[in-house]
């Protein structure tokens, strides 16, 4: 980038610390989002491009719909913020009953977090705290898979299987985690669509169950399609 152009640019770059960025690589050759419409973005060159993920997988309606944009600012003239200790906001209440009209069998209860990473380490919790309410204790263990992402925090960083993360934290992380193998084989990296084989390594759960015992064990956090590390379908079966 040129001097020119760094000098449009109204701010130094230099206090915010971005996620999962090179830094410095970054304030080099900024990329600055400054408009997006329905599927497209626009840089600050004034280029457009297709929001080809969802923001961050997240924003699946598209940007800037105008009957969402409506119902947000008639919420925030309402009642912009309550906190939801002991004490509740009826709109959240009807969420939770219209997701539940959605969702399999008995899972039919709903508790809301702020991203991917708050919702795992909430569940890790939870698992924990229901074998202890019930009287089993001993349930501790967590099963991961080698290769999955759930999140950055360290209940997540601890059950996910990417290898740099683990290393790079392993002093704090969570005790008695235990991974199982993941189902796909190095050749199925010219495969389209589901594998023919690698579904016997899904018994890996048997195994550890064995080997560590049941009884320990107080939940299994699996990825049926691997994201993260590269998109990865399971097997048939």
């Known amino acids: 980038m040129?001097?020119?152009e760094r000098s449009k640019i109204p701010n130094s770059l230099r206090e915010h610390w971005m996620p999962f960025t090179s830094n410095k690589d970054f304030k080099e050759n900024p990329r600055l989002i400054t408009e997006?419409?329905?599927?497209?973005?626009?840089?600050?060159?004034?280029?457009?491009?297709?929001?080809?993920?969802?923001?961050?997988?997240?924003?699946?309606?598209?940007?800037?719909?105008k009957e969402i944009i409506n119902a947000i600012t008639k919420q925030l003239e309402i009642l912009d913020y309550t906190q939801p200790f002991q004490q509740g906001f009826g709109g959240s209440f009807e969420l939770a009953t219209r997701i539940t009209k959605h969702t399999p069998g008995n899972l039919n209860r709903i508790f809301f977090s702020t991203s991917g990473s708050d919702a795992v380490e909430t569940a890790i919790k939870i698992s924990i705290?229901?074998?202890k309410s019930k009287g089993?204790?001993?349930?501790?263990?967590?099963?991961?898979?080698?290769?999955?992402y759930h999140g950055m925090h360290?209940?997540?960083?601890?059950?996910?299987g990417m290898i740099n993360n683990v290393k790079t934290f392993a002093s704090i992380l969570m005790p008695g985690v235990v991974h199982m193998r993941h189902t796909h084989l190095p050749d199925h990296k010219f495969i389209s669509g589901q594998p023919e084989t690698g579904a016997e390594l899904a018994d890996d759960l048997e195994r550890i169950a064995a080997n560590f015992g049941a009884e320990n064990i107080a939940a299994c956090i699996v990825e049926p399609t691997?994201?993260?590390?590269?998109?990865l379908v399971p097997p048939k079966g």
Do not use: Q, W
């Open 2 to 4: 040129s001097a020119e």
């Open 36 to 65: 997006a419409k329905g599927l497209y973005l626009k840089n600050h060159h004034g280029k457009t491009m297709i929001d080809a993920s969802s923001g961050l997988f997240c924003n699946p309606l598209g940007h800037g719909r």
């Open 129 to 131: 705290a229901y074998h």
């Open 136 to 148: 089993h204790g001993e349930r501790f263990r967590i099963v991961g898979r080698e290769r999955a």
């Open 154 to 160: 360290i209940g997540g960083t601890s059950v996910g």
């Open 226 to 231: 691997a994201g993260s590390t590269g998109t």
